[in-house]
């Protein structure tokens, strides 16, 4: 009896080392996973900030933009779902459209982006989705898709590792509705020009992308239009 007891005993002892050891190693390869990199101000002014960094996806540059807006959810959503107004907004977009409507919360679409001395015309063919958090932050994720060829004959096509769009709801001290816009993306334009020369050309776009925002987004028409399914932050 005494035999079977030290022997389960030893067993014991071997397997809570084992898992001592394997925890150890794991542990230690959590640590030794790259932190990411610092974020850098690139521009900052009124209620708007673009900041950038070395991502880990190719050593390619992320950009992050922010912008303290008055609009509601659904008035955002519906903004920028418009895809006849998006050359309004967004820097050198010359045309968009949806390919296809998955859902209510998930389309196909493109975006055709004007030739800038010295590149090329060049377009992006993404997919995206949104959802409400129980909070009433609203995401979308944004990603390249490939599910329907479209043929470009004379375009680049910008390569979208990710994008992301984060919008938290606010009260201002009149309890009007704001929504603090939080936007994050990857992408590598493609051709051979400088990596360097085409993150100004970026920056530059995104900034003068959120002040246009800024502007049209609150006197928008879908202000005064709600989405099913999206709570908005209760204001005046």
Known sequence: MTFHVLKATKVIIIMLITAFIINDDCMAEATSVTPEYPWKTWKQSNNISVSSRVSSINKLTEIKATALV??????????IQDVNNTPEWLTNASSSQIIKQLSVTEQIFTVDFT?????EPRYSQLHSHYWQNSDLSVEIQLKDDFSVDIAYSNAVRIKFYEGHWLLTPRLN??????????????????????????DQLALKAILKSMKKINLQLPQSKWQRQTIPGITELMGS
Request: charged residues 15%; neutral net charge.
């Open 70 to 79: 008055n609009s509601s959810l659904s008035g955002f959503l519906l903004f």
């Open 115 to 119: 030739a800038i001395w010295p590149l």
């Open 173 to 198: 001290n009149k309890r009007q509705k704001q929504l603090l816009i939080e936007y994050t993306f990857i992408a590598d334009g493609g051709g051979e020009i400088p990596t360097w020369f085409v």
